[in-house]
């Protein structure tokens, strides 16, 4: 069976049939030089077909399959236009409340981008980079699962299933009480720092494809914890990490203005907040 290239959803009509898309044949009419069509007398250049042909990123064959399908939609889209400016939407009501709305939203993004483009040049980003090298540098991570259950009973007894040969992926998904169930109790791979000392304490003691013997008690509850692998943390470079390090120092600088923009205002809060829903059983630190 043969394949068609299709418009992608960006490009299709929006507002008339996708019948239109195939409009019929129009009367033949002497070709000019460099015009694809003509519509209402304004000129369709055979340029800008081709424009539209590499922004979708056909080429050969495949562009010319698709050269007449572009030039209906050119055509459709500038009939739209037309009619639009017929109707005169500017002065619609529902255009100009939209209109606001995209104004404040584009005025809101401009502002922070201004405020917060000295903090997140790149002098700031190799300088937060030199800090991760140093934080990251020649430090031991695991990859590590756990079986998290509410009593030491519990943990008690998921060890002896696991001494009599049960399978601790099977069994974390049986029995773990966190979030990682799905995966089996995997955590991925971490470093000391990034759990809660209990927890990094007995999982850094334990050598690779061995589990605790003991039941490891946090504040989440009791756990079972098993090392998959055992390696030194590799550090990314600089490019690797440019943009996250870019959006932490824009997201800690909006942070910082909003905390300052505070200080300074008067707030006055009348409604009492029920506070945050608990978040689910993690061993991970915020």
Do not use: C
């Not at 991570?141 to 756990?146: F, P």
Request: hydrophobic share 40%.
């Amino acid at each position: 069976m043969s394949t068609r290239f299709r418009l992608p959803a960006a490009l299709s009509v929006t507002l008339v049939s996708a019948a239109l898309l195939f409009a019929a044949p129009q009367p033949a009419f002497a070709q000019e030089d460099g015009v694809a069509a003509v519509v209402n007398g304004d000129k369709i250049l055979t340029k800008d077909v081709d424009k539209a042909l590499g922004i979708l990123g056909l080429k050969g064959s495949d562009a010319e399959q698709m050269k007449g399908e572009v030039l209906n939609q050119i055509i459709n889209e500038k009939l739209i236009e037309e009619a639009i400016l017929k109707a005169n939407i500017e002065q619609n009501a529902e255009y100009i409340k939209r209109l606001d709305v995209l104004k404040l939203q584009l005025m809101r993004q401009v502002f922070l981008e201004e405020q917060i483009k000295d903090q997140i040049s790149d002098k700031h980003v190799k300088a937060e980079y030199e800090k991760f090298i140093k934080q990251n540098k020649g430090k031991t991570e695991i990859r590590a699962r756990h079986i998290l259950v509410p009593s030491e009973q519990e943990a008690v007894q998921v060890i002896k299933e696991l001494d009599g040969g049960a399978d601790f992926v099977e069994l974390a998904k049986k029995r773990s009480s966190d979030t990682s169930a799905v995966r089996g109790g995997d955590l991925g791979y971490f470093i000391s720092e990034e759990m809660v000392p209990e927890f990094s304490k007995e999982a850094f003691a334990l050598k690779a494809g061995s589990y605790s013997k003991k039941p490891v008690k946090t504040q989440f509850g009791w756990h079972v914890v098993k090392v998959e692998d055992k390696r030194e943390r590799a550090v990314p470079k600089l490019e690797q990490v440019a943009e996250p390090i870019r959006q932490k120092l824009g997201n800690d600088a909006v942070r910082k203005m909003v905390e300052d923009l505070r200080k300074k205002a008067d707030v006055k809060i009348l409604t009492s907040d029920a506070g945050a829903k608990k978040d689910d059983k993690a061993t991970k630190k915020n």
